[in-house]
């Protein structure tokens, strides 16, 4: 099977995520453990869409990792964009705190959506040169308005998709009925962000993964719920923050399994320092994340025969 990799960095402002969102947390230090980690995955053989946010790219740091790829590994790092509505203008916030329905940028007045879209567009134009071609809404946020928002931008791909997740309890989009199938609307290339059903039974790993909707409904009941506790049905997203090598692998293998060819690694960069996520609370979780990438990198490349591309290589007009 010819599959393929995209290494999707959420180039985000530092905050503490139980505290909500507020407009005045813009800090961006975590640049020094970025900038050689982003060059020791390249060394590797990994491309990386940078997904960045408006502080990330107005800030000092943020814009030393631009200046840093700009010069030295072009060809292999994508400048991409990425809402967080709370710290990008116009301003909703008037420097109070958002909330929950506030923080999904598919929430917004579709006016509002298209502004915030435009303005974070323009900055990383202006900071790096580049026109970004490839989306990423903050917190999975994307809704009816979304794709036709970035087409009228001139993006042509949108990672905005979490497979399989449901964040309606937080007021935002139902994803659970999707699968990791990339598909085009509006002559956009929508790619979700990997996750997969994992089972200690293969047959319920491989009906849940191929019918989200049967998998929906047995979360659903008490007693269908029962079974799949039994039988250890528990999602997953292709991601070093809070997996280990092994299970990276059952993810892909599983999806692997239906048919799926293209899978999104993703994760937070201010994960590459300690205390700055909750998946990083200490110096050993961090160097674990980091060796945990490397590996499914290699892995990925050298056990599959997987190609690693940009996500701007899967564009419409790319084929």
């Known amino acids: 099977m010819d599959v393929k990799l995209l290494v999707v960095i959420h180039a985000e402002e530092e905050f503490d995520w139980d505290q909500g969102f507020n407009s005045r947390n813009t800090a961006v230090t975590h640049h020094h453990a970025l900038i050689p980690f982003m060059g020791e995955l390249i060394d590797t053989g990994a491309k990386i869409t ?63 959506e298209y502004e915030k879209i435009s303005r974070l567009t323009d ?31 001139g993006y042509q791909v949108d990672l905005s998709i979490s497979a399989y997740c449901d964040f309606s309890h937080q007021q935002g989009p139902d994803f659970s009925e999707y699968t990791n199938a990339p598909f085009v609307d509006n002559a956009v290339q929508h790619i979700p962000h990997t996750s997969s059903w994992l089972s200690v039974s293969k047959r319920i790993e491989k009906k849940a993964n191929l019918c989200p909707a049967w998998c929906r409904t047995i979360n659903s009941k008490r007693f269908t719920r029962f079974i799949a506790k039994a039988f250890r049905l528990s999602r997953h997203r292709l991601s070093p923050e809070g ?41 050993k979780d961090c160097e674990r994340l980091k060796y945990t990438t490397h590996r499914y990198i290699e892995w990925f490349q050298r056990e599959l025969g997987g190609k690693i591309i940009l996500a701007k290589d899967m564009a419409v007009s790319q084929g």
Request: negative net charge.
């Open 50 to 112: 940078l997904a960045m946010d408006y502080p990330f790219v107005e800030s000092a740091g943020g814009r030393e990792v631009i200046a840093h790829y700009q010069q030295n590994a072009a060809q292999c790092v994508e400048f991409a964009a990425h809402l967080h509505p709370w710290v990008n203008p116009p301003d909703i916030t008037h420097g109070q705190s958002v909330t929950d329905f506030e923080s999904y940028p598919c929430n917004l007045a579709p006016d509002l």
């Open 123 to 153: 900055k990383i134009h202006a900071v790096s040169g580049v026109s970004p071609v490839t989306y990423l809404a903050g917190r999975y946020g994307c809704g009816p308005a979304t794709s036709e928002h970035l087409r009228a931008l």
């Open 243 to 283: 997996n280990d090598l092994s299970q990276l692998q059952a993810i892909t293998q599983a999806q692997m399994a239906i048919g799926q060819q293209v899978f999104v690694l993703s994760f937070h960069s201010p994960s590459l320092v300690a205390g700055m996520t909750p998946y990083v609370p200490t110096s």
